[in-house]
């Protein structure tokens, strides 16, 4: 187990390095070897999941270990599946998405470094997680966490476009490029495409966690600390959906309107990872009985 | 709201500017922030604590203010309660005035209305709704419930009762712990048998050889040496050429067996040399009697008597008479006779006659300074302490076998104290005891005794034990091997024996328990109304009792035992408008954001953009 851990990590590495590649030199074969790379290291995550399901005889979910793996799988899936859809249905070959997939592989990494980590005894699970809910609440969270972390890297990669072409020199170019530009996916409007995918999936989450809980614990509300953290990371993403329709009416300039929602994203991420795994460093959380113990 | 109605409320409230603030998306943006930011505070500040805390945790002014301005219980604050009122009018409003019969508005108008139906539904909760608790002891009943947080006590209107509680436990689980100190660094070690596991960041590593699941030390006895540094002898007494008893006598150890039903003591002693040998041999008859100390404070006065039923002594120096009353070497067997009874407890009754009249007490070895609180002591400075020696016996017959280096053995065979009979012995040949049909024989003769210890599986020895199912609990055991500078070295580790370092002290391996071992909490329950039993059920952790709109979960337990089940008690008028709400806001958003899309595109075709999408649209969805 813990060498199919480091070998997926090296996979993962690999990966990063592949995408950065590609990202520089952009020839289409390059393209293939990065997502084969990343496509190799999702199938080790992949067994891994599956190996760590038998093993434990339950959904492989419920500790920090499983969940940094499950975590570290669900990113790259959503990113994969993100790809393919760009090659096959929207046909954008030449777009600049690689950098994304460097950062994703960066997050990818990160997890299966934590999971290395954090203590990968198999654990029976308590009572209140013996439920049919855990599959549910926590798949659809994780789905949601992987596609906002892709808004997340766009975020990051449209401010620093923004930074770099802020020169007037380069608005020539940008002129000149418009074409090109046109069929690439500009990073805010991707950052929205990947908000829009996880959103529904972070309010099922949200609803499925409620419904859970009132079965488990009697109530759908209790104004636990991990209830209410994930109450805000909603409510952040929320504004995100909202501000658009808000700003035309403010005297914020058009083009400065895109930065302000990429700092929202680059705000609300953070957010959501805090509600993932941060918890524990509350005051408040002594009382809760919802977050991993540590 | 019908379809007709809705242009009417907007033309007549068109132009008013409350109507545009209250339909505004500024206004949602900013409730939700407002929001967002007071959730943040009430994760941040500890809530609902008692004002002390506050004073004692953020100081007497800001404890104060946050008093003022509600941040002690943000949730349950008036204005936190305005902003979801505010939340709600401005929903309705926005609702209201975007509101069109168009296939692509399902979506807007699902999630808008869902959130104002959940927020309807858990108002209606906080004002109908019912949110308790209260335990049952086994085999009780209880027909109130209690208010939470105030402990009100509230009739249910009937009774339920708890006919059982069980807790169910998963096998326990053990893991290996490994521990570096220098490093201060701990890994958790799975522990299968086979793989080296090496602390990273030091060169340490263990490796699991081998596993037992149910283990326990095996003691053979072997011989060490032919000096005979620990002389031992196996002894097999038999009746009739029955076996009655049969074990080891060691020398300078455990050198006596006593067989009160036979009134009958077997020694084992080892002389250094044949002088002491002839001595030994012969001196067995007369055993050591038990002695008693007599001491009287403040005099200086020390005497010793022998212990002997029915003796009387005067102490000279003073008036005291001391009669020795009674002597058990078991007090609690005191009544049976002393030859029935195993030295676990000498205790002596004394009299002492004195000036102040009579005092009688019992004076136990074990615990010489044992005062009797229900007894009166007159004479305070009398201190007793009797001895018995280990050898000691009151049997009628005695065997002593005796050794010594030069190779000579003999058996005496003592009988009221008097030498009867002293043979030479062999090994493996019977000798009578005179005078009754026992037979003792010696089977082995060990110059140096000694015990080899091995890990072996449990057998057996199990019935008995009162365990459901699953729960036995084995005692899991591990050979280890760490790795370090100084070499490897292999042992076996018991769960929950302290842990096991290596030579040079700084490494260490833990083998413990590992995580959760309660598998379920079930009651039983069983609601009883007018005398009539309406419902029982077996309700777990995710699966409650409901009854007349109450619903019962399992939600504590006795932590001292099983005596009680601790059960939450809700009734939610509201929950079904909440759930409309939840899986109105699924349905919707998933519209929303994946088939609105998809169904756009399919109406698009053949028309421009424009025509499609509203202002608004565009500006949500990056069209440009």
């Given at each position: 187990m813990d060498f199919m851990l480091k070998l997926t990590l090296y996979v993962y590495c690999a990966a990063i390095v592949a995408y950065i590649v590609r990202e520089v030199w952009r020839a289409k074969s390059m393209r293939w070897v990065a997502f084969g790379v990343l496509s190799s290291g999702f199938i080790l995550n992949t067994i891994l999941v599956l190996t760590r399901w038998s093993e434990a005889h339950h959904a492989p979910m419920s500790d920090k270990f499983e969940s940094f793996v499950f975590f570290a799988w669900s990113i790259a899936l959503v990113y994969l599946i993100f790809e393919l859809v760009t090659i096959f249905?929207?046909?954008?070959?030449?777009?600049?998405?690689?950098?994304?997939?460097?950062?994703?592989?960066?997050?990818?990494?990160?997890?299966?470094?934590?999971?290395?980590q954090a203590d990968s005894t198999i654990k029976e699970l308590p009572p209140?997680?013996?439920?049919?809910?855990?599959?549910?609440?926590?798949?659809?969270?994780?789905?949601?966490?992987?596609?906002?972390?892709?808004?997340?890297?766009?975020?990051?990669?449209?401010?620093?476009?923004?930074?770099?072409?802020?020169?007037?020199?380069?608005?020539?170019?940008?002129?000149?490029?418009?074409?090109?530009?046109?069929?690439?996916?500009?990073?805010?409007?991707?950052?929205?495409?990947?908000?829009?995918?996880?959103?529904?999936?972070?309010?099922?989450?949200?609803?499925?966690?409620?419904?859970?809980?009132?079965?488990?614990?009697?109530?759908?509300?209790?104004?636990?600390?991990?209830?209410?953290?994930?109450?805000i990371s909603?409510?952040?993403?929320?504004?995100?959906?909202?501000?658009?329709?808000?700003?035309?009416?403010?005297?914020?300039k058009k083009s400065f309107r895109p930065i302000l929602l990429s700092i929202i994203l680059l705000i609300a991420f953070p957010i959501v990872l805090f509600t993932f795994m941060g918890l524990h460093k509350l005051p408040t959380s002594a009382d809760s009985d919802h977050i991993y113990a540590e | 709201m019908s379809k007709a109605a809705i242009p009417q409320v907007k033309k007549v409230k068109n132009n008013s500017k409350t109507w545009e603030i209250l339909c505004s998306v500024r206004l949602a943006v900013i409730i939700i922030v407002i929001m967002a930011v007071s959730c943040v505070l009430g994760t941040v500040i500890l809530q609902q604590k008692s004002p002390e805390e506050y004073a004692a945790r953020y100081g007497a002014g800001l404890a104060k203010f946050f008093a003022a301005i509600q941040f002690t219980d943000i949730f349950h604050s008036y204005w936190f309660s305005f902003l979801l009122v505010l939340l709600c009018v401005n929903l309705g409003c926005c609702t209201v005035k975007r509101w069109r019969n168009k296939v692509l508005m399902i979506g807007?108008?699902?999630?808008?209305?869902?959130?104002?139906?959940?927020?309807?539904?858990?108002?209606?909760?906080?004002?109908?709704?019912?949110?308790?608790?209260?335990?049952?002891?086994?085999?009780?009943?209880?027909?109130y419930?209690?208010?939470?947080?105030?402990?009100?006590?509230?009739?249910?209107?009937?009774?339920?009762?708890?006919?059982?509680?069980?807790?169910?436990?998963?096998?326990?689980?053990?893991?290996?712990?490994?521990?570096?100190?220098?490093?201060?660094?701990?890994?958790?070690?799975p522990a299968k048998v086979g793989k080296r596991n090496s602390v990273s960041g030091t060169n340490y590593a263990v490796t699991v050889k081998d596993f037992i699941e149910d283990a326990e030390i095996q003691q053979e006895p072997i011989n060490v040496s032919d000096v005979p540094n620990n002389p031992a002898l196996y002894i097999q007494l038999s009746e009739k050429g029955n076996v009655t008893a049969e074990g080891w006598l060691l020398a300078k150890d455990r050198n006596w067996y006593s067989d009160t039903q036979r009134d009958l003591k077997i020694d084992y002693v080892w002389a250094d040399n044949a002088e002491k040998h002839e001595k030994l041999a012969n001196a067995a008859g007369k055993s050591t009697k038990p002695k008693l100390d007599i001491t009287i404070e403040g005099k200086n006065i020390v005497k010793s008597v022998p212990v002997e039923k029915g003796k009387k002594f005067s102490i000279d120096g003073t008036d005291f008479i001391i009669e020795i009353k009674n002597f058990a070497l078991d007090y609690s067997k005191r009544l049976v006779p002393l030859s029935e009874q195993e030295p676990n407890n000498p205790a002596v009754m004394v009299e002492i006659s004195g000036p102040q009249g009579k005092d009688s007490r019992w004076s136990f070895s074990k615990y010489p300074d044992y005062q009797d609180k229900a007894h009166q002591v007159i004479y305070k400075d009398v201190k007793l302490l009797c001895s018995v020696p280990e050898n000691f016996s009151d049997a009628k017959h005695r065997v002593r076998i005796v050794q010594n280096k030069s190779g000579k053995k003999t058996?005496?065979?003592?009988?009221?104290?008097?030498?009867?009979?002293?043979?030479?012995?062999?090994?493996?040949?019977?000798?009578?005891?005179?005078?009754?049909?026992?037979?003792?024989?010696?089977?082995?003769?060990?110059?140096s005794h000694g015990l080899k210890k091995s890990v072996v599986k449990r057998v057996g020895g199990h019935e008995g034990h009162n365990h459901g199912p699953g729960e036995h609990a084995g005692n899991p055991a591990v050979l280890i091997e760490m790795e370090g500078p100084r070499g490897k070295v292999a042992?076996?580790?018991?769960?929950?024996?302290?842990?096991?370092?290596?030579?040079?002290?700084?490494?260490?391996?833990?083998?413990?328990?590992?995580?959760?071992?309660?598998?379920?909490?079930?009651?039983?329950?069983?609601?009883?109304?007018?005398?009539?039993?309406?419902?029982?059920?077996?309700?777990?952790?995710?699966?409650?009792?409901?009854?007349?709109?109450?619903?019962?979960?399992?939600?504590?337990y006795d932590p001292e035992g099983e005596r009680y089940t601790g059960l939450q008690v809700t009734k939610n008028p509201g929950l079904l408008v909440?759930?409309?709400?939840?899986?109105?806001?699924?349905?919707?958003?998933?519209?929303?954001?994946?088939?609105?899309p998809f169904l756009r595109r399919k109406l698009k075709k053949g028309k421009k953009i424009e025509e499609y999408y509203s202002e608004e649209e565009m500006l949500a969805e990056h069209i440009e």
């Amino acid at each position: 187990m813990d060498f199919m851990l480091k070998l997926t990590l090296y996979v993962y590495c690999a990966a990063i390095v592949a995408y950065i590649v590609r990202e520089v030199w952009r020839a289409k074969s390059m393209r293939w070897v990065a997502f084969g790379v990343l496509s190799s290291g999702f199938i080790l995550n992949t067994i891994l999941v599956l190996t760590r399901w038998s093993e434990a005889h339950h959904a492989p979910m419920s500790d920090k270990f499983e969940s940094f793996v499950f975590f570290a799988w669900s990113i790259a899936l959503v990113y994969l599946i993100f790809e393919l859809v760009t090659i096959f249905i929207v046909k954008v070959h030449e777009s600049r998405i690689g950098i994304i997939g460097a950062l994703q592989c960066v997050l990818v990494a990160w997890m299966i470094c934590s999971a290395l980590q954090a203590d990968s005894t198999i654990k029976e699970l308590p009572p209140a997680l013996q439920s049919n809910w855990l599959v549910t609440h926590v798949i659809c969270y994780f789905l949601s966490y992987s596609a906002l972390s892709m808004s997340f890297s766009a975020a990051i990669v449209y401010l620093i476009h923004r930074w770099i072409f802020s020169g007037k020199q380069k608005v020539a170019e940008v002129v000149e490029s418009g074409i090109q530009l046109k069929k690439d996916y500009s990073f805010d409007k991707l950052a929205y495409i990947a908000v829009s995918i996880g959103f529904p999936f972070l309010t099922i989450g949200l609803i499925t966690g409620s419904i859970w809980a009132k079965g488990a614990w009697g109530t759908y509300w209790g104004w636990d600390p991990k209830e209410i953290w994930s109450l805000i990371s909603w409510l952040v993403y929320l504004t995100y959906m909202h501000l658009p329709l808000m700003l035309p009416k403010t005297n914020i300039k058009k083009s400065f309107r895109p930065i302000l929602l990429s700092i929202i994203l680059l705000i609300a991420f953070p957010i959501v990872l805090f509600t993932f795994m941060g918890l524990h460093k509350l005051p408040t959380s002594a009382d809760s009985d919802h977050i991993y113990a540590e | 709201m019908s379809k007709a109605a809705i242009p009417q409320v907007k033309k007549v409230k068109n132009n008013s500017k409350t109507w545009e603030i209250l339909c505004s998306v500024r206004l949602a943006v900013i409730i939700i922030v407002i929001m967002a930011v007071s959730c943040v505070l009430g994760t941040v500040i500890l809530q609902q604590k008692s004002p002390e805390e506050y004073a004692a945790r953020y100081g007497a002014g800001l404890a104060k203010f946050f008093a003022a301005i509600q941040f002690t219980d943000i949730f349950h604050s008036y204005w936190f309660s305005f902003l979801l009122v505010l939340l709600c009018v401005n929903l309705g409003c926005c609702t209201v005035k975007r509101w069109r019969n168009k296939v692509l508005m399902i979506g807007f108008l699902v999630t808008h209305i869902s959130i104002i139906l959940i927020l309807i539904g858990c108002v209606v909760d906080l004002l109908t709704g019912v949110k308790g608790g209260v335990n049952i002891y086994e085999g009780k009943s209880v027909d109130y419930y209690l208010t939470r947080p105030d402990y009100k006590k509230n009739p249910l209107g009937f009774q339920v009762f708890c006919d059982d509680f069980l807790i169910e436990k998963h096998p326990p689980k053990y893991k290996l712990i490994a521990y570096v100190k220098d490093k201060d660094k701990q890994k958790a070690v799975p522990a299968k048998v086979g793989k080296r596991n090496s602390v990273s960041g030091t060169n340490y590593a263990v490796t699991v050889k081998d596993f037992i699941e149910d283990a326990e030390i095996q003691q053979e006895p072997i011989n060490v040496s032919d000096v005979p540094n620990n002389p031992a002898l196996y002894i097999q007494l038999s009746e009739k050429g029955n076996v009655t008893a049969e074990g080891w006598l060691l020398a300078k150890d455990r050198n006596w067996y006593s067989d009160t039903q036979r009134d009958l003591k077997i020694d084992y002693v080892w002389a250094d040399n044949a002088e002491k040998h002839e001595k030994l041999a012969n001196a067995a008859g007369k055993s050591t009697k038990p002695k008693l100390d007599i001491t009287i404070e403040g005099k200086n006065i020390v005497k010793s008597v022998p212990v002997e039923k029915g003796k009387k002594f005067s102490i000279d120096g003073t008036d005291f008479i001391i009669e020795i009353k009674n002597f058990a070497l078991d007090y609690s067997k005191r009544l049976v006779p002393l030859s029935e009874q195993e030295p676990n407890n000498p205790a002596v009754m004394v009299e002492i006659s004195g000036p102040q009249g009579k005092d009688s007490r019992w004076s136990f070895s074990k615990y010489p300074d044992y005062q009797d609180k229900a007894h009166q002591v007159i004479y305070k400075d009398v201190k007793l302490l009797c001895s018995v020696p280990e050898n000691f016996s009151d049997a009628k017959h005695r065997v002593r076998i005796v050794q010594n280096k030069s190779g000579k053995k003999t058996i005496s065979y003592i009988k009221n104290e008097e030498v009867i009979s002293i043979n030479d012995w062999e090994l493996n040949k019977s000798y009578n005891v005179a005078d009754s049909e026992l037979e003792i024989r010696v089977i082995k003769y060990f110059p140096s005794h000694g015990l080899k210890k091995s890990v072996v599986k449990r057998v057996g020895g199990h019935e008995g034990h009162n365990h459901g199912p699953g729960e036995h609990a084995g005692n899991p055991a591990v050979l280890i091997e760490m790795e370090g500078p100084r070499g490897k070295v292999a042992e076996w580790v018991f769960a929950h024996t302290p842990p096991h370092w290596y030579p040079d002290n700084n490494f260490a391996v833990l083998y413990e328990k590992s995580g959760m071992e309660i598998k379920d909490y079930k009651s039983i329950l069983r609601v009883v109304e007018n005398g009539k039993t309406m419902v029982t059920k077996t309700i777990e952790v995710n699966n409650a009792l409901k009854y007349k709109g109450f619903v019962f979960y399992q939600s504590s337990y006795d932590p001292e035992g099983e005596r009680y089940t601790g059960l939450q008690v809700t009734k939610n008028p509201g929950l079904l408008v909440v759930y409309t709400g939840f899986i109105m806001l699924c349905i919707g958003i998933v519209f929303i954001f994946y088939v609105k899309p998809f169904l756009r595109r399919k109406l698009k075709k053949g028309k421009k953009i424009e025509e499609y999408y509203s202002e608004e649209e565009m500006l949500a969805e990056h069209i440009e």
